[in-house]
């Protein structure tokens, strides 16, 4: 589980983004330039995947040694855990 601080930093990020969706969906309203849009989608795409990459981080520095160190069965969940989504970002 995430601690407080990365809870706080991802939430506010998350906030941002959310915002950043708003005003794209309100520039396919108005309409804008389809370059606009896409420039805007490519932003929050990127600001998605830099959380994902933080997320990704922590899991690999704290849940995944800590799973390890349970011994089996759970070192062996946690490193299929850490396959399947390290093939999910890999896509």
């Known amino acids: 589980?995430?601690?407080?601080?990365q809870q706080?930093?991802?939430v506010t990020r998350l906030n941002r983004i959310e915002g950043q969706v708003r005003?794209?969906?309100r520039m396919v309203q108005e309409p804008r330039l389809c370059v606009e849009?896409?420039?805007?989608?490519?932003?929050a795409e990127a600001a998605l995947n830099r959380i994902?990459?933080?997320v990704f981080k922590f899991h690999v520095e704290?849940?995944?040694p800590d799973g390890i160190?349970?011994?089996?069965?759970e070192r062996a969940k946690q490193l299929t855990e850490l396959v399947d989504i390290f093939d999910r970002f890999a896509k």
């Open 52 to 54: 994902s990459l933080a």
């Open 37 to 43: 849009i896409l420039q805007q989608l490519s932003a």
């Open 23 to 25: 005003g794209i969906r």
């Open 69 to 73: 160190s349970k011994g089996e069965p």
């Open 62 to 64: 704290r849940c995944v």
């Open 1 to 5: 589980m995430l601690d407080e601080s």
């Open 8 to 10: 706080q930093s991802i």
